[in-house]
């Protein structure tokens, strides 16, 4: 099979042959299906056969989107769940459990900031937030009880880059799983597993539905991790595949948020040009980036892969040279970054990431919104802030809406 990155997708195989020889997969819109004896029935329900019973638990369109995304990232499994913040949840609760406690920042999107601060709590796990940039500190937080550590690759909307290879050494030396977010920085640049990381997490909302067009989420299980430590977890049974027996034997079957087959259907198509896309926002987000640096009504602009950015050096050495599609930028106050954001007519107010449309937000008013006072502040996220998501529309097109939004 080749190694380059689309035509991995396009070479990816049907699980099973279909009568019809289709080109592409597809959806089977149905919910359950029918077994020819009452013994196969009984051998696919117990995990004997690799016959399809409920559409809950798996479908043949779901299953093909997996293979997919098996191919281009590596993972040695794959599951497709309904939301980025399903897929996190899923992980979550496979792994954690009462006395537990997970070590993670607080810089991180606002949704994934409240599972850890309110919701895990309400099930007697421990959040222990501390600056994963220093490496002494994420250490000083681990001990016998911690289930997981993580992390986003590059923090929503921070833009904080976390050393993996340096944090993913000190949770192997300690034992414990690292389990990391990678929405932002797409696998045509970036492959989680070579930096060590264990479980990956991703919204295929993003990059990967191909315009926005559908909600889902992914939860990539590297097979690195040893997980005869979990207290959570029966590797002594399972060996290797202990997370994937209690994430998709008990937890994912049990939560029921599986992906429907219209939502593979979608991202298996847009998993086709996300390559090209992604080239074509992330060239012309940096490209904006620099322009606006320039100009003097701009406070301070954050991206990545600018060289004066205090994480250029290690994104770089992450992500080569462009990882992510997004950057923020910094106006006077709260008020003119309203009023910017209300002249645009070309950028859209929305939220999401990595649409076809270039998208604007203004965080701490929305994502953060309903969050006190003290849990804004413990978030980190200033009210001078602007996210920019770069879609496919021309540069020249982008620079001119907003020199007219700020002039």
């Known amino acids: 099979m080749s190694e380059n990155f689309t035509t991995k997708i396009l070479e990816t195989s049907f699980a099973k042959h279909d009568l019809n020889n289709p080109l592409s997969m597809p959806i089977y819109s149905t919910a359950a299906y029918e077994f020819a004896t009452a013994e196969e029935m009984e051998a696919a329900f117990i995990g004997k056969s690799a016959f399809h019973t409920y559409t809950r638990i798996s479908n043949p369109t779901v299953e093909y989107f997996e293979q997919r995304i098996k191919q281009v990232s590596g993972a040695m499994a794959v599951t497709a769940l309904s939301s980025g913040m399903a897929a996190i949840a899923n992980v979550f609760m496979s792994l954690a459990y009462q006395g537990a406690n997970i070590v993670t920042t607080s810089h991180l999107f606002g949704n994934t900031f409240s599972i850890l601060q309110f919701t895990l709590a309400n099930f007697g796990v421990e959040v222990r937030f501390c600056d994963l940039l220093d490496i002494s500190d ?12 993580f992390t986003e690759v590059i923090t929503n909307p921070h833009l904080e880059v976390v050393d993996l290879k ?11 799983p690292l389990v990391v977010d990678t929405t932002v920085v797409p696998w045509t640049v970036f492959k989680a597993r070579d930096f060590g990381a264990n479980i990956e997490v991703v919204s295929s909302t993003k990059y990967i539905s191909g315009g926005a067009t559908s909600i889902g989420g992914l939860v990539l ?26 994430l998709r034997g008990e937890v994912f079957r049990n939560f029921g948020a599986c992906m429907s087959p219209e939502t593979a259907y979608h991202q298996i198509l847009g998993l086709e040009t996300m390559e090209l896309r992604f080239d074509r926002a992330a060239s012309t987000g940096l490209e904006l980036a620099q322009w606006i640096e320039a100009l003097p009504e701009i406070n301070k602009v954050h ?39 209300n002249k645009l007519k070309l950028v859209r107010r929305a939220t999401n990431l990595f649409d076809n449309k270039s998208l604007i937000i203004h965080p701490l008013s929305t994502i953060y919104g309903t969050f006190s006072p003290e849990m804004k502040e413990k978030m980190g996220v200033p009210d001078t802030l602007l996210r920019f998501s770069t879609g496919l529309e021309e540069p020249e097109d982008l620079k001119s809406d907003i020199l007219q939004a700020l002039r």
């Open 138 to 149: 994420v250490e000083k937080n681990i001990d016998e009880n911690t289930c997981l550590v």
């Open 221 to 246: 299980d590297h097979g690195n991790f040893d997980w005869r430590r979990s207290k959570r977890l029966d590797a002594k049974k399972f060996g290797q595949m202990a997370f994937q027996a209690k």
């Open 166 to 176: 340096s944090l993913s050494a000190l949770t192997a030396k300690k034992l414990v």
């Open 303 to 341: 991206h990545t892969s600018l060289p004066g950015n205090s994480f250029y050096t290690i994104s770089a050495a992450q992500f080569g040279k462009i990882g992510t599609a997004m950057f923020t930028f910094e106006l006077s106050d709260q008020a003119a970054c309203f009023a910017f954001m």
